[in-house]
């Protein structure tokens, strides 16, 4: 590369969103990873000779990535392969019926009737549209905002935008708004869980995580090959476009000239000078100096309580019997309060369960991939205890639904808070940065511009928040502040010129 990069430290979904649109205008970028292959959370786990989804297995918000993609000169279409589900997901509370969420709203309504009671079902569709004013509220004044104030998103829209606020009860937890639209306990479950999509408990979470209820109904995908071919399909844009990746290739430290970033040092001692870098690593990484003590003031440090939650994945190619699986799969617990009163202590005795079967799109096989999936308080950095009781309690569990998977020949690659933490440093394993816990929270979620002139972030631990679809915004504000910040150099070198000449 014979020009000065910008440098994108971590090819997870932020920093490739944010080097395909740098390389779209024309800009030398270089992507810097330290694992073997792009996507970061988005990264397929062997499990024996099987290749399975290890993270994110949801896709939604699909226009985000049409942007993106258009942007680059192609199109979701020519670069990915995707298929609708027609049931977003099956739940299951064990002995008794599973209730499907569809994709069409009032076929998902009359499911809800049958299950729970004619009130319950209009409560389901007043849910939706309060879901959906609340996404329509937030995506101008949060979602798309560099790095929004509670004054801006209160007053960015002048009065009609301030009354749309007030509509959204901004200082009510999910469980609470949950609450007002439906009676039944199983329905305050399974739409309170939305919480746990960004780490956190429904009964602290903020009630505007209700809007993904809104956007789970405007459609959900499967992507052929797994989500780790959506990390594919960029690296392929980002290569035409002559951006370059390195990876295995850890950065030492970030160094900083005049006041500003000027250069990298990887730990094969490779010094590589840039004009701006964007950090795709979690926030905390940089504030906790693993990048270097000269650039550790560029973000606030995160406090260990204000973490987000972590997980224990299973990654398992088995054969099933018996519960009839979907794609996307929930176990509830049956005391859902008390399961995150002990999250707080450690691993509940009857924990919530998330199964991606994902060989259920397809013909019917005799091993299946499965990833199995149970939240964790993220306590990473410190030792491990317990995981043979909350394998147990999995195993149990999935059984007493009627769900039998053949673990004596199973493959199975297990994933800790621990392993987490080893992937992500300075995380302690949490999946999605800081909790969504009280309203100010998101407000509290580092921006694109840093401390450091030059040093930008992107990523879930940075806004606009967590999530696949919020992640790779956050890489097109991060590009737009780097191409900003480059813009407004040159501006004050040609006044400086000017000056000087006259």
Known sequence: ??????????????????ATLLA???EPVLILERQ??????????????AAIDGGPTVFTMRSIFDGLFQEAGTSLEAELALTPLDVLARHSWGNGPELDLFADLNRSADAIGAFAGADNARGFLSLNREAKHMFETLRKTYIEQQRPSPF???FGGGVAGLLAMMKINPFETLWGAVSRHLSDPRLRQLFGRYATYVGSSPFQAVATLLLIAHVEQEG??????????VARAFERVIKRKGGVFRYDTHVQRIETSKGRVHALVTSQGDHIPCRAIISNADANALATGHFGAEISNAVKPLASKDRSLSAITWCVNAKTTGFPLAFHNVFFSHDYRREFEALNQGYPPDPTIY????????PVIDQERMLILINSPANGDHIEKNREMIEIAMRRKLA????EIDWSSAKITTTSPQGFHALFPATGGALYGRSSHGFYASFQRPGAKTKIPGLFLSGGSAHPGAGVPMAAYSGRLAADATMNFLASEVRS????GSVKSA
């Open 1 to 18: 590369m014979a020009e000065t990069p910008i440098i994108v430290i971590g090819a997870g979904m932020g920093g490739l969103a944010a």
């Open 220 to 229: 959900v995908w499967t992507v052929d090959g797994g989500m780790h071919a």
């Open 36 to 49: 073997s292959a792009p996507g970061g959370k988005m990264r397929l786990v062997r499990a024996g000779d």
């Open 24 to 26: 779209s205008r024309g």
């Open 355 to 362: 199964l991606c079967a994902q060989d259920r799109t397809g």
């Open 152 to 154: 801006d998103v209160a």
């Open 400 to 403: 007493s639904s009627g769900l």
């Open 493 to 496: 070198f040609a006044l400086g």
